[in-house]
């Protein structure tokens, strides 16, 4: 069976502070995917970032990095440079891989973050 | 960029009541979930489709839900029978192709009295 953690409920930080949200996986399969979905408060998921299971490279796209360590099965996300539209709960999730018509996302509780201005 | 569509955004039903949730996915996508959303808990996965069947169902979707894809544009999920637990936001997603990201719906909020 698939779990996500996310330790962290909820985070608060002051604008501009960098913050790290945590992740960690459980599965059997030797191949899969992880992502990350942000939540605003308007309610819809919105894709940041998908990684695949054997490709470690550490990803970074604007003010937003994220740090693949398989070896923790950890899927960690960086804001830095944090800003208040970063205010949103932030879900990880998983998926086996080449599953044919079935990726089905396993998700984390989620973290809710707030930025204070 | 095109994007995945669900209606109503809100729905507001008596609870026994059969329920509705329409969904246009993005129009090359191949593969099709619905998921939910209890209020302030995590996205639980419902219910996967695939060439005109049901790929996986979760313990969630009992016999009360079903799935359809009536035509090559809409992608339904309805509920027969609606119980007070069923209050919840409601996503649907899509994919183009296995490996690829879903892209969700802005959701369907489901209000059971």
């Known amino acids: 069976a698939q779990k996500v953690t996310q330790a962290q409920t909820e985070i608060s930080v002051v604008e501009k502070e960098d913050v790290t949200l945590d992740c960690v996986y459980e599965?059997?399969?030797?191949?899969?995917?992880l992502f990350w979905y942000k939540q605003p408060p308007s309610g819809e998921l919105v894709f940041l970032i998908r990684?695949?299971?054997?490709?470690?490279q550490n990803e970074i796209s604007g003010r937003y990095s994220w740090n693949f360590q398989k070896s923790t099965s950890s899927f960690n996300f960086t804001i830095t440079a944090s800003q208040v539209v970063d205010s949103a709960v932030y879900f990880c999730a998983l998926s086996e891989a080449f599953n044919f018509g079935n990726e089905k996302l396993t998700f984390g509780t989620g973290t809710r973050l707030t930025i204070i201005p | 960029e095109p994007e995945v569509t669900q209606t109503p955004s809100h729905q507001v039903t008596q609870m026994g009541q059969e329920v509705i949730l329409r969904c246009v996915p993005i129009?090359?996508?191949?593969?099709f979930y619905w998921y939910r959303q209890i209020l302030g808990q995590k996205v639980e996965f419902l219910v996967s489709f695939y060439n005109n069947e049901i790929s996986e169902k979760s313990e969630i979707f009992d016999d009360q839900f079903s799935v359809e894809r009536p035509d090559g544009s809409n992608f339904t999920l309805k509920i027969r029978s609606t119980k007070l637990e069923d209050s919840a936001m409601y996503f649907c997603a899509s994919s183009d192709r296995a490996g690829q990201p879903q892209h969700f719906g802005d959701g369907t909020r489901l209000s059971i009295l």
């Open positions: 129009s090359n996508h191949l593969y």
């Open positions: 599965t059997r399969d030797t191949t899969y995917y």
């Open positions: 990684r695949n299971s054997f490709d470690e």
